[in-house]
């Protein structure tokens, strides 16, 4: 089944629901430049800038194979881990990506797409946010850009809008992947044509924010919902199950049911979606 949806907003649900050599540089303008010694690279605090409890990092480069790992690292005062990606490729991420900061939301933005592949996991104990957005925009006016990294002011705020300069935005594609976050947490993929193979997401008793958008404009994310600001089109979301391949389940243990691979469910929640079908077969 193939379900084409373009967007006449974006899908906010608060339940779960269901290249290149591998490498991670950094870019040097934060703090140290080069490569990181793989394959499984360790991100401390002393590579990236701590402001208040936002930590950020910026790298070249940032992509993780299969049976490869990146473990986010620093003090317990960080809420919040942001990542830009600077180099202009894509990320692939098929193996794991880890915080070992106690309750921080990990934040990955890369413009020129990022592609989650069958072997990618979470494993971080607050919310996960990946976006092919150009900057986001902290709530005080401050800004961490990855197009124009001159243009950022980093501040101690929290992330308020999620901005697009580019009318074509990057997409965001997750290929065979279980993506799931802890009870409570969001769960966002937030960019340009969003695809969804075979794939899996899940935020238990949390929120799943979607968003696909086809030009410049701000995501600001609120209690509410999603909001889109200034967008003259938006883009296309693609959920998609090949028939040839069998659906395994992921069992999380109490108090949850087990989870299909490949599908979005709801479990004692609501959800709304703001959106027209295209197509479906």
Same mark, same amino acid.
Request: aromatic share 8%; net charge neutral; glycine share 14%.
């Given at each position: 089944?193939?379900?084409?949806?373009?967007?006449?907003?974006?899908?906010?649900?608060?339940?779960?629901?269901?290249?290149?050599?591998?490498?991670?540089?950094?870019?040097?303008?934060?703090?140290?430049?080069?490569?990181?010694?793989?394959?499984?690279?360790?991100?401390?605090?002393?590579?990236?800038?701590?402001?208040?409890?936002?930590?950020?990092?910026?790298?070249?480069?940032?992509?993780?194979?299969?049976?490869?790992?990146?473990?986010?690292?620093?003090?317990?005062?960080?809420?919040?881990?942001?990542?830009?990606?600077?180099?202009?490729?894509?990320?692939?991420?098929?193996?794991?990506?880890?915080?070992?900061?106690?309750?921080?939301?990990?934040?990955?933005?890369?413009?020129?797409?990022?592609?989650?592949?069958?072997?990618?996991?979470?494993?971080?104990?607050?919310?996960?946010?990946?976006?092919?957005? &150009?900057?986001?925009?902290?709530?005080?006016?401050?800004?961490? &850009?990855?197009?124009?990294? &001159?243009?950022?002011?980093?501040?101690?705020?929290?992330?308020?809008?999620?901005?697009?300069?580019?009318?074509?935005?990057?997409?965001?594609?997750?290929?065979?992947?279980?993506?799931?976050?802890?009870?409570?947490?969001?769960?966002?993929?937030?960019?340009?044509?969003?695809?969804?193979?075979?794939?899996?997401?899940?935020?238990?008793?949390?929120?799943?924010?979607?968003?696909?958008?086809?030009?410049?404009?701000?995501?600001?994310?609120?209690?509410?919902?999603?909001?889109?600001?200034?967008?003259?089109?938006?883009?296309?979301?693609?959920?998609?199950?090949?028939?040839?391949?069998?659906?395994?389940?992921?069992?999380?243990?109490?108090?949850?049911?087990?989870?299909?691979?490949?599908?979005?469910?709801?479990?004692?929640?609501?959800?709304?979606?703001?959106?027209?079908?295209?197509?479906?077969?």
């Amino acid at each position: 089944m193939t379900i084409h949806l373009r967007w006449a907003g974006a899908l906010t649900l608060t339940l779960y629901a269901n290249p290149l050599a591998a490498q991670v540089m950094l870019d040097g303008t934060l703090g140290p430049s080069g490569l990181l010694s793989g394959p499984n690279y360790a991100i401390p605090a002393e590579v990236g800038q701590q402001h208040g409890s936002n930590l950020f990092h910026s790298f070249g480069q940032f992509s993780i194979y299969r049976g490869e790992s990146a473990t986010f690292s620093g003090p317990n005062s960080v809420n919040n881990i942001i990542g830009r990606v600077t180099g202009g490729q894509a990320s692939s991420i098929d193996g794991l990506l880890r915080s070992t900061i106690p309750g921080a939301n990990l934040y990955l933005l890369n413009p020129a797409g990022v592609l989650f592949g069958e072997k990618a996991r979470l494993d971080v104990s607050g919310s996960f946010h990946a976006s092919t957005a &150009d900057y986001v925009r902290l709530n005080d006016g401050g800004r961490f &850009d990855a197009v124009y990294p &001159d243009h950022s002011v980093l501040t101690v705020a929290p992330i308020e809008a999620f901005g697009f300069l580019d009318p074509a935005p990057g997409p965001i594609t997750v290929q065979g992947s279980v993506l799931q976050v802890p009870e409570g947490q969001t769960l966002s993929l937030l960019g340009g044509d969003l695809t969804v193979v075979n794939g899996t997401l899940y935020a238990p008793a949390g929120r799943l924010n979607l968003a696909a958008v086809g030009s410049v404009g701000e995501i600001v994310p609120t209690a509410q919902g999603l909001e889109l600001r200034g967008f003259g089109q938006l883009g296309t979301f693609a959920l998609t199950h090949t028939a040839e391949r069998p659906r395994p389940t992921v069992n999380l243990g109490v108090p949850y049911d087990p989870v299909v691979w490949g599908v979005l469910q709801r479990h004692r929640a609501t959800g709304r979606l703001a959106g027209r079908v295209v197509s479906a077969h």
